[in-house]
């Protein structure tokens, strides 16, 4: 019966005669895998297949990974430049201070040219200096926390009420008894 009905939609012109015949190669494959499966018990794969199957596994794993690490490098770019905005916005930098303001960043002893204003309110806390890049800005304490938010690893420097340094004194040191004035310049 599906020959008479094939025959009867090719003379009908409704499908051409090699699509036909491909269709009814696929039918008979599909039932030979029907009838091999019935025998067998199950889907037997091949060892390649097996293979390719865990390659295509792999692939994907790794390509999700990589995804992972360009997003989380494109969400650090985009916190640097937020942070970077928000410091451009607030900083107070004067390009006519000329007192030298020195601060410890890692290992190098860096310097801000300052006002006299400015010069207290950094001693009293109430700035702070930010490092991102290579360049130190001058901005009010709040504005360091919120860039220290956005940006974990930034420098922040900034004396809290009293302390003269950020590095605490060992217990043995002999100087420990000496208080170091809050207006030292050095």
């Not at 409704?14 to 030979?32: C, D, I, L, N, Y």
Request: aromatic content about 4%; glycine content about 4%.
């Amino acid at each position: 019966m599906s020959n008479s009905l094939r025959d009867a939609l090719t003379k009908a012109g409704v499908v051409s005669t090699s699509k036909a015949k491909v269709a009814a190669q696929q039918a008979k494959k599909t039932e030979r895998q029907d009838l091999h499966t019935k025998r067998t018990g199950g889907v037997v794969q091949s060892e390649a297949a097996k293979a390719a199957a865990k390659a295509q596994q792999e692939k994907l794993a790794r390509d999700r990974e990589m995804n992972r690490a360009r997003e989380a490098a494109l969400a650090l770019k985009a916190a640097r430049a937020e942070a970077k905005r928000v410091l451009r916005e607030r900083m107070q930098n004067d390009a006519a201070a000329a007192i030298p303001f020195h601060f410890v960043e890692g290992t190098r002893v860096c310097h801000l040219y300052v006002t006299e204003t400015q010069r207290e309110q950094l001693t009293k806390g109430e700035l702070a200096v930010v490092a991102l890049g290579e360049r130190h800005y001058l901005v009010p304490s709040d504005t360091s926390e919120k860039v220290r938010t956005l940006v974990p690893d930034v420098f922040v420097h900034r004396l809290t009420h009293g302390q003269a340094t950020e590095d605490k004194c060992a217990h043995d040191d002999p100087y420990a008894a000496y208080q170091i004035p809050d207006d030292l310049m050095w």
